[in-house]
């Protein structure tokens, strides 16, 4: 055991966490020059396009260290998103200790901060590293400064690296070796072990990611889950190499998988104990603590047959994502879905996309909302996360909101631009200091539902992508809010509804009447899209009709002969309007969501 060392790599976005994983591997000789490709641990299509990590990927290394020793060491590479720092905290609870990347350039940054606080919590060493010191803008000794005086770190544990040219890799793999601590635990003791992921396979059920805390499990073995009591027999337990490679036991300390032919997905769960059937530890592990959801959406299948594949493809991710929730809702206007709850846009368009690539289901998602808090005038509360289910105005004595307390670490020369970029979303007790020398650090209390859409894009914009952002939830609080129902040819679409806040309702409306306005395709009839709180039209935009030329094959003589198929023109798209109903496009729905073009 005291040859073993488990890590996480944690960083903000961009700092390098998944190119320094690559040279760790590459240093190791897991993989060969002709089978290596950047971001290797990455292993879903969307990951590689969008540049990011949305999983936290385990990797067994062998590393023979200077003294001789070989060494396993279990790397975890994390996520940096906001979105996904509920994967980062799941990784830290498998580990001992932390590597914290900074970029030699950008300095320590929001998500820096918060995913060194989240190592805190979990008791871990952390061992800070300074990365892309080759890029021409680096800082790397005014970084280390900044590491000694905002963190609080020794000076002497700092590490100088560039993954990208693969220099320095070597000490930081001896520094893991020498600070970190190997870990703790008895083979000979009960089994205990965690789980911290799982994904699924269509052939061999479900495959458990495990840190074993305490005793040893062999394929045979008989286990028991804690969490719900459920029985199974170990067919295969093994390392994450690039991978899978079989062992004949895994021990206290080790990072690897289990799979035990668990075919019912709702059996395993992140944060549940393992143990033996006929010897089980006297108690659980402590888990993981609840995720608080805190964007709302609807999702409908296009085609209504979808509906049960929609269902276990769910069961199949939220194995994978514990983050995701969802039950059971359905539209007038759509049919049978799911309400599903996310930790943010960016994980709801992550779950979007995976659903109709890995399980190919074709989605509509309903505009997203936050959950509000609403007080009747009887004295009863309720909590309304879909605006179908928004009591009416008349019996309401008030509303509260969520709001987020938002750090936002900036170049003092964007003060203005964020300043005004808050105010703009009903900002209040703002406040802000001075860190270090040229960055400000500001703090500033704002609604959730105004930072759901698209602050972070423009946060991005107005510092010129120098701005980082992190929030908590704080409270809830007293607001003017209304439904805002959108009216195509006078029917309520009520996938479209929304609920807003009354200064931001007439240009909700407006936009959303814009955005359908260009994807309705036309009818042979005018067609009138409508914006309305309560009975009250606040915004309006017309789609006009197609028009056949009816008078062509009539020339010459009387202008009344003209008149007369014009008339009758006039009362056919009179009586079409009447009874024609309007099929909006699923691209309609999408442009809605989507904040300015």
Do not use: W
Request: hydrophobic fraction near 40%; proline fraction near 5%; aromatic fraction near 8%.
């Amino acid at each position: 055991m005291k040859n073993i060392r488990n890590f996480s790599v944690i960083a903000h976005i961009d700092h390098g966490k998944s190119t320094l994983s690559d040279r760790m591997i590459q240093f190791c000789d897991l993989v060969t020059d002709r089978e290596f490709k950047d971001q290797l641990l990455d292993n879903m299509d969307i990951e590689r396009e969008r540049g990011i990590t949305i999983k936290s990927q385990t990797i067994c290394l062998p590393y023979r260290a200077k003294d001789g020793v070989t060494y396993h060491l279990n790397l975890v590479d994390t996520p940096g998103h906001v979105d996904f720092s509920y994967e980062v905290s799941r990784a830290l609870a498998s580990c001992e200790g932390a590597v914290l990347l900074i970029d030699a350039a950008q300095g320590i940054e929001a998500q820096t901060l918060a995913n060194l606080y989240l190592a805190m919590d979990n008791d871990l060493e952390v061992i800070p590293v300074i990365n892309k010191i080759d890029l021409p803008a680096a800082e790397p000794d005014k970084v280390s400064l900044e590491i000694e005086e905002d963190l609080g770190m020794s000076g002497e544990t700092i590490q100088r690296c560039s993954a990208k040219t693969g220099e320095g890799v070597e000490e930081i793999l001896e520094a893991i070796v020498h600070f970190l601590p190997p870990p703790e635990g008895d083979p000979d003791l009960p089994l205990e072990a965690l789980i911290f992921d799982a994904n699924y396979d269509p052939y061999r059920g479900t495959v458990i990611s495990v840190r074993i805390i305490n005793g040893t499990i062999k394929p045979g073995d008989q286990i028991l889950f804690m969490h719900n009591n459920s029985e199974y027999r170990v067919e295969e337990v093994g390392l994450f190499r690039l991978k899978k490679e079989k062992e004949k036991k895994l021990s206290a300390g080790q990072v690897g998988y289990i799979i035990a032919g668990v075919k019912t997905v709702s059996d395993t769960k992140p944060g549940d104990t393992i143990t033996h059937v006929d010897a089980p530890c006297p108690a659980p592990l402590e888990g993981f603590k609840e995720i608080q959801q805190v964007v709302f959406s609807s999702l409908y299948p296009i085609a209504s047959d979808d509906y049960e594949d929609l269902a276990s493809a769910l069961e199949k991710l939220k194995l994978n994502d514990a983050a995701l929730i969802f039950q059971k809702d359905s539209s007038a206007a759509l049919g049978f879905g799911f309400r599903c709850g996310f930790l943010g846009l960016l994980h709801l368009e992550v779950v979007q996309e995976r659903l109709e690539r890995e399980f190919d289901i074709s989605l509509i998602l309903t505009v997203p909302s936050v959950k509000y808090v609403v007080y009747l005038q009887d004295g009863k509360e309720l909590e309304v996360d879909n605006p179908s289910y928004f009591p009416d105005p008349g019996s309401i004595e008030h509303i509260e909101e969520p709001f987020i307390k938002a750090t936002i670490l900036i170049p003092e020369r964007y003060m203005g631009a964020v300043m005004s970029l808050c105010m703009d979303r009903r900002g209040e007790n703002t406040n802000y200091h001075y860190p270090m020398p040229g960055r400000i650090e500001f703090t500033c209390e704002l609604p959730l539902a105004e930072v759901i859409y698209d602050f972070y894009d423009k946060l991005k914009s107005v510092t010129q992508g120098y701005g980082s952002f992190d929030y908590e939830l704080i409270d809830y609080r007293t607001s003017d809010l209304v439904k805002l129902d959108i009216l195509v040819n006078g029917e309520q679409v009520d996938a479209l509804s929304q609920l807003t806040h009354r200064q931001r309702a007439r240009e909700r409306g407006l936009k959303a009447c814009e955005s359908l306005k260009e994807e309705i395709p036309r009818q042979m009839f005018k067609i009138a899209i409508q914006a309305a709180i309560g009975g009250n039209i606040i915004a309006r935009s017309n789609i006009s009709a197609l028009r056949k030329d009816v008078t062509a094959k009539c020339y010459g003589g009387d202008i009344s002969r003209k008149r007369k198929l014009l008339e009758k023109q006039k009362a056919g798209k009179k009586r079409m309007k009447t009874v024609g109903n309007v099929d909006i496009p699923q691209r309609a729905f999408l442009s809605v969501l989507k904040s300015d073009q």
